[in-house]
């Protein structure tokens, strides 16, 4: 059973910087594509950075250059450094994860059967 655990949220003012943490336990397989989504009050969840066993990493146009997704192997943990932050970085921050590479539609939701309870981000003006 694949168990994800975020932790590092926060409030933060706007141009400030938070690390997420995800603790993944479970995984039996040596491929795999894990990440970030987010989802701010009202509005659809949407991926936010990924990265695959390979170490290849993507990210969505509103993070780039700002977010940096890693991941310590040794530690079974996933990283989300989060600089020069926004207000309209505020949102509930969720670790996904699935077994294989990562799918071709690898933003939508529903590619993703390991979810994390999510982590608070509030960004103030």
């Known amino acids: 059973q694949v168990q994800l655990v975020e932790s590092g949220g926060g409030s933060v003012q706007s141009g400030g910087s938070l690390r997420l943490s995800c603790a993944a336990s479970?995984?039996?397989?040596?491929?795999?594509?894990m990440g970030w989504f987010r989802q701010a009050p009202g509005k659809e969840r949407e991926g936010v950075a990924l990265?695959?066993?390979?170490?290849?990493?993507d990210y969505a146009d509103s993070v780039k250059g700002r977010f940096t997704i890693s991941q310590d192997n040794a530690k079974n943990t996933l990283y989300l450094q989060m600089n020069t932050l926004k207000p309209e970085d505020t949102a509930m921050y969720y670790c996904?994860?699935?077994?294989?590479?990562?799918?071709?539609?690898?933003?939508?939701?529903?590619?993703?059967?390991?979810w994390g309870q999510g982590t608070q981000v509030t960004v103030s003006s």
């Open positions: 996904v994860g699935h077994l294989g590479y990562c799918a071709d539609d690898y933003y939508s939701p529903d590619e993703y059967n390991y």
């Open positions: 479970g995984y039996t397989s040596s491929t795999y594509c």
């Open positions: 990265i695959d066993s390979d170490g290849v990493t």
